[in-house]
């Protein structure tokens, strides 16, 4: 049976539909806060679409999440006291409107239903019903200082994790928006945060001591902080748990924090850039800083490979002073799978690090396990084999003195620490300085 020259043409015109939404669903965004746009950029090639004006409600764009069915994503404007909905089957604009005075934050709840908006002058968190874009609720968020700032979903409990605008405090928010449950000081100009997938931890960056600071969701108690560079502003956390990034706008770098080890490794950016909000793509392996000003580009973001910590790409856009990026979807509950870490096995950590002329690889084994342990660069080839055999139960360490298998020095750089063998694979980031 032939088919109609309407029905190839319905056929063909599908296709072609489905075509498009498979190129617009694999888009990141880019909001660009002088020139109050944003615009869409191919995840692979990096390749930038049009310009979307965000004018009037997005004017100053200060936040972009995409929601957690990866649908659609919202960029909320400071200036312009509203929220821009992008469809991303189109990239096209379906939603415009107000919100409140000087917008911050969007976050969503784990069925996406709800979306919660944070607001520094106005001191509140909108509800917002994200089907019919309607105000449902608000909730009065206390401050000291200026008002509600950055936002983050618990995606095991539902809460909310809302820090105070330039200010001390961690506020934790029932999930329904309903109250504020905990509030606490953390530190002294905290801005933005994550939440593990696990649950356990939050994480914020204190701009005012040049720091990341960990939070137990339990005790609601400081138990780590990460030296980084200055004024840490843009922050993100890997679907596994184990890596966080975060960008410092005035030394213009990004860090790489191992979370199972404690290392943290700096990563150089353009000296003229001012390095703002990061996004992760897991799958991908990489991380997206929005780059800010930046000599050379109109609107600079860097790609970070998480494996090397290195920078291997940059790239722009139409649009003047990139501040927000988005890349994938809100972790939120049963969405974004937590795999278990070879920690529970295993645990593998360097100190110092970085290091010079030596550093110490330690070893936490639960059980017996015949494996090697060797030193890789980021070509992934073989420098030297630090220890091979029967490993023991229980803890021990190993040198290295930043020299390969001949005696010969080896250049400044990243190196990989890699454990294989009894079906645990291992890996470390080290950092030499010669």
Request: a negative charge; glycine letters at 10%.
């Amino acid at each position: 049976m032939r088919n109609s020259p309407l029905v190839l043409l319905l056929i063909l015109a599908l296709a072609l539909t489905a075509a498009a939404q498979d190129r617009a669903l694999s888009d990141g965004f880019v909001g660009c806060s002088t020139s109050d746009s944003a615009y869409p950029f191919d995840l692979d090639s990096h390749t930038a679409g049009a310009s979307i004006d965000l004018l009037p409600e997005g004017n100053y764009p200060y936040d972009a999440t995409i929601t957690p069915d990866g649908s659609q994503v919202w960029i909320v404007g400071a200036s312009g006291d509203g929220v821009i909905v992008i469809d991303r089957e189109t990239n096209t604009i379906v939603q415009q409107f107000a919100v409140a005075n000087y917008a911050i934050g969007v976050a969503f709840n784990q069925d996406g239903d709800r979306a919660f908006i944070t607001s520094r002058d106005d001191e509140v968190m909108k509800i917002i019903d994200t089907a019919t874009y309607a105000e449902v609720g608000e909730l009065a968020i206390p401050t000291s200082y200026l008002g509600a700032g950055n936002i983050a979903l618990d995606p095991v409990s539902g809460n909310l994790y809302v820090v105070d605008w330039y200010n001390d405090d961690l506020h934790e928010v029932a999930g329904d928006g309903s109250a504020v449950l905990r509030s606490a000081d953390f530190g002294t100009n905290l801005w933005q945060v994550v939440v593990a997938p696990d649950g356990e931890h939050v994480y914020v960056t204190d701009r005012g001591e040049d720091q990341v600071v960990e939070i137990s969701t339990d005790t609601f108690l400081i138990t780590r902080t990460f030296a980084v560079g200055d004024d840490p502003w843009g922050l993100d956390i890997t679907a596994d748990g184990t890596a966080l990034v975060v960008s410092c706008e005035d030394s213009s770098e990004a860090y790489l924090i191992d979370l199972v080890g404690g290392g943290i490794i700096p990563i150089a950016l353009d000296a003229s850039a001012d390095p703002r909000d990061v996004d992760i793509l897991d799958d991908a392996g990489l991380a997206f800083v929005a780059g800010g000003s930046v000599t050379g580009y109109t609107a600079a973001v860097y790609v970070i490979d998480l494996e090397t910590a290195m920078v291997v790409d940059t790239f722009d856009g139409p649009g003047t002073n990139s501040n927000v990026v988005a890349v994938q979807a809100q972790m939120a509950g049963g969405l974004t799978p937590v795999e278990p870490t070879p920690a529970a096995v295993a645990r593998l950590t360097a100190y110092p690090n970085p290091f010079n002329p030596q550093v110490t690889i330690s070893l936490a084994l639960d059980r017996e396990l015949r494996g090697t342990l060797t030193v890789h660069d980021l070509a992934g080839r073989q420098v030297r084999t630090l220890a091979e055999g029967a490993f023991a139960a229980g803890d021990q360490s190993f040198a290295w003195n930043g020299r390969d298998a001949a005696g010969r020095s080896l250049p400044s750089g990243v190196y990989l620490v890699r454990l294989r063998g009894g079906g645990v694979e291992l890996r470390h980031k080290i950092v030499l300085m010669q």
